[in-house]
T-cell receptor, first 114, second 114 residues
Framework: GENVEQHPSTLSVQEGDSAVIKCTYS??????FPWYKQELGKRPQLIID?????GEKKDQRIAVTLNKTAKHFSLHITETQPEDSAVYFC?????????????FGTGTRLTIIP | DTAVSQTPKYLVTQMGNDKSIKCEQN?????MYWYKQDSKKFLKIMFS???????INETVPNRFSPKSPDKAHLNLHINSLELGDSAVYFC?????????????FGQGTRLTVV
């Protein structure tokens, strides 16, 4: 089955600096890669996703890059703000009608230092 | 107007008891899931259902029995609770239309077995 590794497990950055979280996946058939943000005591919520036919996607301060050959994808957050502090999860799945299984990475606890 | 709602939010019970968690989604999605998040924040899929049919069962002990009376509901019943069952259980749903789509999570049920 799919295996997703995520690094680093914890990350502290100064407010205003950039943060980068990296993930690798094992199943070359995976074609959908979402990123979820989970604030303390809350539910995971999608912040950005990318499909395998795209190499990069950006949404304001957040961007995701995908390298299918190397089987890794990364989340980039620029101009970090205190509200970016949370646990971030990458995930991978094979989009398959009625049988989509998201395999999550182990999470990165991001702390923004004011 | 909650999209995915699960009850109860907190559940404290003794070892050996049987308990149920209910989940409902009003998004019209075809696929529903149960995820377990342990104390280290790992998010692991347990089950997925598509249109009331079990699709994924991730080697979960058979003390856990999901039930989907219709595609908007997916309940989780746990028999003979053990200390190691303590975790946060998240219900989620997605369109499951074979394109790789966002999973919407419920607010979670924190289960504590004492």
């Amino acid at each position: 089955g799919e295996n997703v590794e995520q690094h680093p497990s914890t990350l502290s950055v100064q407010e205003g600096d950039s943060a980068v979280i990296k993930c690798t996946y094992s199943d070359s058939a995976s074609n959908y890669f979402p990123w979820y943000k989970q604030e303390l005591g809350k539910r995971p919520q999608l912040i950005i996703d990318i499909r395998s036919n795209v190499g990069e996607k950006k949404d304001q301060r957040i961007a995701v890059t995908l390298n299918k050959t190397a089987k890794h994808f990364s989340l980039h957050i620029t101009e970090t703000q205190p509200e970016d502090s949370a646990v971030y999860f990458c995930a991978a799945s094979k989009a398959n009608f009625g049988n989509e299984k998201l395999t999550f990475g182990t999470g990165t606890r991001l702390t923004i230092i004011p | 107007d909650t999209a995915v709602s699960q009850t109860p939010k907190y559940l404290v019970t003794q070892m050996g008891n049987d308990k149920s968690i209910k989940c409902e989604q009003n998004l019209g999605h075809d696929t529903m899931y149960w995820y377990k998040q342990d104390s280290k924040k790992f998010l692991k899929i347990m089950f997925s259902y598509n249109n009331k049919e079990l699709i994924i069962n991730e080697t979960v002990p058979n003390r856990f029995s999901p039930k989907s009376p219709d595609k908007a509901h997916l309940n989780l019943h746990i028999n003979s609770l053990e200390l190691g069952d303590s975790a946060v259980y998240f219900c989620a749903s997605s369109q499951g239309a074979g394109m790789g789509t966002e999973a919407f999570f419920g607010q979670g049920t924190r289960l504590t077995v004492v």
